[in-house]
């Protein structure tokens, strides 16, 4: 592998330590030659492993990601003051006016106007939402310092 893809380089540049992350250092080392365009392959012959093994740590890596990532929303949620959830079917453009009125009555001022909070809600809501139609529910959360936060829930939560 180049110079480019020095592992334990990029990792020590990034801040990476294995005892404070979601990813085993294996997750790690594989996600930084994935990113950098490696075949599955060619990192199995450099770490001594089946091709197989790679994808499977990949999988276990970014999976781990997922839930980490869905921890913090989730735990940016519990300490917002204001929570909106949205029904399926809800047309996109009446969400920033409920995510208004609900901050307006909490005393929360948004960071972002309408057209941006709809971008902000539809860019992390990913496929729940089609179009302008909200397809599956979803959790809005404002924090006291007016960042935005969304979550698609758990059928058990909504």
Do not use: W
């Amino acid at each position: 592998m180049s110079d480019e893809t020095d592992v334990d380089e990029i990792l020590r540049r990034a801040g990476f330590s294995a005892e404070t992350s979601v990813l085993t250092q294996r997750q790690a080392e594989v996600l930084v030659l994935r990113e950098r365009g490696i075949a599955q392959a060619d990192i199995a012959n450099e770490l001594g492993t089946s091709r197989a093994n790679v994808s499977s740590v990949e999988a276990s890596a970014r999976e781990n990601i997922s839930k980490a990532r869905e921890t913090v929303a989730f735990a940016e949620a519990l300490r917002a003051p204001v929570r909106i959830e949205v029904e399926p079917e809800t047309d996109l453009y009446d969400v920033p006016s409920r995510v208004y009125d609900a901050c307006d009555e909490a005393g929360v001022k948004v960071n972002h106007a309408a057209p941006e909070l709809m971008k902000r809600i539809s860019d992390d809501a990913g496929d729940a939402i089609e179009g302008r139609a909200v397809r599956t529910p979803l959790l809005i959360g404002v924090t006291h310092d007016g960042e935005v936060t969304v979550r698609q829930p758990s059928p058990e939560e909504f």
